[in-house]
């Protein structure tokens, strides 16, 4: 497959990226808060907000992690349920897909 050079390359590249964003995340929240309660309020609407985006970080690093260990196996690309080939098209959508189109719809 010659798109999985490219592939793995924007992998990597999101990674850098969501890793960089997630510590800063974690050192947002690690700020002490403010002592007007007013602005406490705030602070905390704004952490909850930071938290979810924190989440979404970590699990979408979990699966180019995922996505980047099949690679290296030598496995990826193939679909987790029915082991048919992932199509491209599906892999530079959503690189770290483990689903053919097909299985994915029918576990929707």
Known sequence: MPELK???LNLEKRLAELSERAGDIDEELGQRGDDDWAENAKEAEDDEVL??????????I???NAALTKIEKGNYGTCSDCQQTIA???LEALPYATLCISCSKENS
């Open 6 to 8: 490219n592939i793995k």
């Open 51 to 60: 938290e979810k985006m924190g989440g979404l970080a970590v699990t979408e």
């Open 62 to 64: 979990r699966q180019i």
């Open 88 to 90: 491209v098209k599906r």
